[in-house]
């Protein structure tokens, strides 16, 4: 068993160099030794259907938000069965000399960076992207047009949510990507909530809506019909980043940890329930 998983795992390794090639100027990956304190990074899962995210606090470690194994994505739906936990893994029983058998550990963790990318390679998210950059990356959640903070900032609220959590974990409003955009900026997504600033969840909304938009239905599939859902949907996936909402409020790390107290469902809900 462990040899097939070995051999699964060495195959997957190689589609993603090979994905990573034809990706070229567009691909965020950088290599460990590039890593720096206060960096937001991520790591891709499943053959690049989603990223999970963290922040590098120096010395080989990553803070990260994780809804623990095989609840990653906490849909509810039959996605949580074929779509792997981001938590640490390893493919045989041996616990992490460093962190010791964190699979099944959820909330706020601190892994080293071994753990953290589970076999994957790591990228760094950007931040301050050109409104051409960030429209050029056609995958959500490698970028934001929002500025970050200086790293001292951004170890110090992850450091402080490590103590404290985060919340309870919603894949669409709460996730480890919210988290990381979250520790480099202090943005929370507020009022009129929907989905948090996570760039996966407004790409796959972005998706959905272009798709089944009635006017681009009828469109389809001629060569106007695919600028029309092209055009929707990066129309979409820009006016939901977190450097151009309108909806955002700038919350210090101790007002919302003091608030978790009251209530532990969700960050939109600790800022909701003190205005």
């Excluded at 009129?192 to 006017?215: C, D, F, N, R, W």
């Excluded at 977190?242 to 210090?252: K, L, Q």
């Amino acid at each position: 068993m462990e040899t097939s998983l070995r051999l699964c795992s060495s195959r997957d390794r190689d589609w993603e160099r090979e994905t990573e090639r034809k990706m070229g100027v567009l691909s965020n990956k950088i290599e460990r030794e590039q890593l720096k304190p206060g960096d937001h990074i991520y790591s891709w899962r499943l053959a690049y259907v989603y990223a999970h995210h963290g922040i590098y606090v120096g010395e080989g470690k990553v803070i990260h938000f994780t809804q623990g194994a095989g609840q990653e994505i906490g849909t509810g739906t039959f996605l949580d069965r074929i779509i792997t936990s981001s938590s640490p893994a390893h493919l045989s029983d041996t616990p992490c000399p460093q962190c010791g058998d964190s699979r099944r550990l959820d909330g706020v963790i601190l892994s080293c960076v071994d753990c953290f990318l589970s076999g994957g390679n790591p990228y760094r998210f950007e931040y301050g992207v050109s409104r051409v950059r960030f429209l050029a990356q056609a995958r959500g959640g490698t970028c934001t047009r929002a500025k970050s903070d200086p790293p001292e900032d951004v170890i110090h609220r992850a450091n402080l949510l490590l103590k404290n959590g985060f919340g309870g974990y919603h894949v669409f409003k709460n996730n480890c990507e919210d988290f990381a955009i979250y520790c480099k900026t202090g943005l929370i997504v507020t009022a009129g909530i929907s989905i948090g600033q996570s760039g996966q969840t407004a790409s796959l909304v972005a998706a959905a809506s272009a798709i089944v938009s009635p006017v681009l239905r009828l469109l389809t599939p001629g060569v106007s019909g695919i600028a029309a859902v092209s055009y929707t949907y990066c129309a979409s996936r820009l006016n939901s980043d977190i450097g151009v909402r309108s909806n955002v409020e700038n919350v210090p790390v101790e007002r919302l940890v003091a608030n978790f107290r009251l209530d532990d469902s969700s960050v939109a809900n600790v800022i909701s329930t003190e205005e």
